[in-house]
C-alpha cells in the first residue's frame, strides 16, 4: 500500500535534540488543531505548542478552556453515526470556516489532527487549505482491520494469540476452521468499537446471539481463548526510529463502567505493573512492529493492545490502533514525557517540514526506567442501563475531592489532569452534559487521579468504586419512556 509520507525538510536549521524540538513548537507559527468530538485525547498539548486549537462539537468546559473552539450554532445535518460524522459536519460548520479563516497566516490555513476521519473528511481538509497530520484514511483503515493487524504482526514477528482468519458460514462451519483452538473461542469482526465487535463464543447458543454481526463479514479473526489481563502500549514511528512509552494496564468489561464485555474502559499506569522481563517484550515487540509499520508506509503515533497470558505469562499482541487513542492522555502527562516531550510532539514533528536529530534508543532507554513512571489511573464511565435518558444536570469538568465518608465535592476548575494533588483528588472531564441524552453505551465522562484504581488481581479497587458511584451520583436524570426517540450520538467518542 502507498501512504503520504512524513513532509520532506526545509532548509530550516536543523534540531538538534530534545530541547531544540522543544524550542521548535514553543515558537510555532503554524496554525495547529485537533478537531473531534471532544478534546480529551490530547489534553494538554495546547500547552506544549503554541498555535494549537481545539476544535470540539462537545463543549466539555462549557466555554472556560481558553484555547477549545466550538460553534454556537447546530446547523442542520443527519444523525451521526460516528466521529467520522461529527469532524465532517464540524469542517462544514460556518463557524469553524471562519474561525480557521481567521488565523490562516500567509495563506497557510494549518495542519490539523483527527481522532478519526475518512476520505470525506480529506476532501473538506483541504478545500480549507489544512492538511492532515496523519498517513491516508485508506491506510489507517487498512491497519485499523483487526484481520490485517494480524498479518502485519506476522511480518513483524510479533506473537499472537493462536488465531485462524475466515468467513464464518454457520456455527458447524466455525467450530471446523477452529478444531486447533479448543471449545472456548473469541470472534472479531474486522472493525469495531470498544467491545460492541468482540464476541466469546463457547456453544451455539452464544454464537446465534451475534451471527448475524459475524456471518455478513467476508473475514474474521478467531482466536483462541486465554486466560489473559489487558494491557496497552502507545509508540510514534518516527524517520529515526520507533520511540515506546512505558506498558500500561488496561480496565476491560467492568460492569460498574461499561455494558460490554469486552469493552475497554479505563487504563492504568504505575512503576511495576509488569514484570521487568514482561516491560522488555512488550517494548521489543511494540518496536518490531512500528518498524513494520514504517514499511508498510506509516508514520506517526500508534497504540496496540497485548494480552498476558496468566496460565503461562506468554504475552501475545491483542490489536493496533493507528491514531492517538483513549489511552494517550495517561502516556502524555507521565513523568517520563514531561521530562522530555509528550508522544504526540514527535508526531507532530515528522509533519511540520523541519529536519531533526534524535537518538531514538536513548529516549526508550530512558522511558523505560522506573523512576521515570509515576502512579496514574483513568476511568471511563459510561451509562449501563439499557434505558434512554434526559440529563437534567451533569457535574462539571474540573477537580473534585473526596471526604472519607465517599461524597465528593467540585473543588476548582482544571484542564486537565496535572492539578491532581493526591489520591483524595480526581480530574472529571464531562462528556454528556445537561440537555443531552443517555443510552446504553453513551460516554458521560472520564476519571482521572493519581494512584491505583485495580487491585494486583485486576480488580475494581474500593477508591474506583468510591469514585464511580459519587460520580454517577451528581447526575440528575429522566428515563424517557418513547425509546423511539432519535438520538444524534451513538458509540463511544474516546477511542
Known amino acids: 500500500m502507498s501512504a503520504k509520507k512524513s513532509i520532506k525538510p526545509t532548509r530550516l536549521p536543523v534540531l538538534n535534540g530534545v530541547s531544540d524540538i522543544r524550542r521548535f513548537f514553543y515558537k510555532n507559527e503554524t496554525p495547529l488543531y485537533f478537531i473531534s468530538a471532544t478534546n480529551f485525547n490530547l489534553l494538554g498539548a495546547d500547552e506544549w505548542i503554541k498555535g494549537f486549537k481545539f476544535i470540539c462539537h462537545i463543549e466539555c468546559f462549557d466555554g472556560q478552556h481558553p484555547n477549545v473552539f466550538s460553534p454556537d450554532e447546530e446547523i442542520p445535518h443527519d ?45 473538506l481538509a483541504k478545500k480549507l487549505g489544512l492538511e492532515i497530520m496523519f498517513p491516508s484514511a485508506k491506510m489507517r483503515t487498512f491497519m485499523d482491520n483487526k484481520v490485517n493487524t494480524n498479518r502485519i504482526a506476522e511480518k513483524a514477528g510479533v506473537p499472537c494469540v493462536p488465531y ?15 478444531k486447533e483452538l479448543g471449545e472456548e473461542l473469541v470472534v472479531q469482526t474486522p472493525f469495531g468499537d470498544s467491545g460492541h465487535t468482540t464476541f466469546f463464543i463457547s456453544n451455539e447458543e452464544e454464537f446465534d446471539k451475534h451471527s448475524e ?25 518516527t524517520r529515526h526510529g520507533t520511540i515506546v512509552a512505558p506498558l500500561m494496564t488496561e480496565l476491560v468489561g467492568f460492569d460498574e463502567l461499561t455494558p460490554y464485555q469486552g469493552g475497554w474502559c479505563g487504563n492504568e499506569i504505575y512503576p511495576d505493573a509488569f514484570t521487568p522481563k514482561l516491560r522488555k517484550k512488550a517494548a521489543k515487540f511494540t518496536q518490531l512492529f512500528g518498524d513494520q509499520l514504517r514499511k508498510e508506509g506509516y508514520i506517526g503515533y500508534f497504540e496496540l493492545d497485548f494480552l498476558i497470558d496468566q496460565d503461562n505469562g506468554e504475552i501475545y499482541l491483542g490489536e493496533l490502533n493507528p491514531r492517538v487513542t483513549g489511552a494517550s492522555s495517561i502516556t502524555n502527562h507521565a513523568v517520563f514525557a514531561l521530562a522530555d516531550a509528550p508522544l504526540f510532539v514527535f508526531h507532530m514533528l515528522e509533519w511540520m517540514g523541519v529536519d531533526y536529530k534524535l537518538n531514538v534508543n536513548t529516549i526508550n532507554r530512558r522511558w523505560a526506567k522506573q523512576e521515570n513512571i509515576d502512579s496514574w489511573s483513568q476511568l471511563i464511565i459510561k451509562h449501563t ?13 474540573g477537580i473534585y475531592k473526596m471526604f472519607d465518608n465517599g461524597h465528593i465535592k467540585y473543588d476548582r476548575m482544571d484542564t486537565h489532569r496535572r492539578a491532581v494533588e493526591s489520591e483524595n483528588e480526581a480530574f472529571f472531564l464531562h462528556i454528556s452534559k445537561t440537555g443531552d441524552y443517555l443510552y446504553e ?26 469514585w464511580i458511584k459519587a460520580i454517577r451520583s451528581k447526575y440528575n436524570s429522566t428515563i424517557v419512556e418513547d425509546k423511539r426517540k432519535k438520538l444524534t450520538l451513538t458509540g463511544s467518542l474516546t477511542k
Open 79 to 123: 444523525d451521526f453515526t460516528s466521529i467520522e460524522d461529527i469532524n465532517n459536519y464540524l469542517l462544514q460548520h460556518p463557524e469553524v470556516k471562519d474561525y480557521i479563516k481567521t488565523r490562516t497566516n500567509d495563506k497557510n490555513a494549518g495542519k490539523v489532527m483527527f481522532l478519526m476521519f475518512d476520505e470525506k473528511t480529506e476532501k
Open 164 to 178: 485462524v482468519l475466515s468467513k464464518v458460514n454457520d456455527y458447524k462451519h466455525l467450530r471446523k476452521l477452529s
Open 213 to 237: 454481526e459475524i456471518i455478513k463479514e467476508k473475514e474474521v479473526k478467531v482466536m483462541k481463548r486465554i486466560n489473559c489481563k489487558g494491557s496497552a502500549i502507545e509508540a510514534c514511528v
Open 385 to 397: 442501563e439499557d434505558t434512554i435518558e434526559y440529563i437534567n444536570q451533569a457535574p462539571a469538568s
Open 441 to 466: 453505551g453513551a460516554d458521560m465522562g472520564i476519571l482521572v487521579s493519581r494512584g491505583r484504581m485495580m487491585t494486583d488481581d485486576f480488580q475494581l479497587n474500593e477508591r474506583a468504586q468510591n
